[in-house]
């Protein structure tokens, strides 16, 4: 089972750009995806950007050309690029990560951390 473990958040201002990483820890093995998800306030939580662990890609409509998901697997680190923040990418940014065991997939969390984007 992975461990997640974000860091990086905090308040970010309009126009600016902000850098989420998320350690994992534990056993990697049968990893199919990953992805970061944000949860506004009085909102659900929704996928900004997600990635296979072939290196598909996919993004929410509104991080489309503005967030990247870059990965460097030699630190088993996922990072959240945001470019040209908003307003309305306020929210708690959870790490996730999806592992088949034995024919279960196991969905993890990292603990949220908190973006605060203000003009």
């Known amino acids: 089972q992975v461990q997640l473990v974000e860091s990086g958040g905090g308040l970010g201002q309009v126009g600016g750009s902000l850098g989420l990483p998320c350690k994992a820890f534990?056993?990697?093995?049968?990893?199919?995806?990953m992805g970061w998800y944000g949860q506004a306030p009085g909102k659900q939580r929704e996928l900004v950007p997600g990635?296979?662990?072939?290196?598909?890609?996919n993004y929410a409509d509104s991080a489309k050309g503005r967030f990247t998901i870059p990965r460097d697997n030699s630190k088993h680190t996922l990072y959240l690029q945001m470019n040209s923040l908003k307003p309305e990418d306020t929210a708690v940014y959870y790490c996730?990560?999806?592992?088949?065991?034995?024919?279960?997939?196991?969905?993890?969390w990292g603990q949220g951390t908190q973006v605060t984007v203000s003009s």
């Open positions: 990635i296979t662990n072939i290196g598909a890609t």
């Open positions: 534990g056993t990697f093995a049968g990893t199919i995806a």
């Open positions: 996730n990560a999806d592992t088949r065991v034995a024919g279960t997939i196991i969905i993890s």
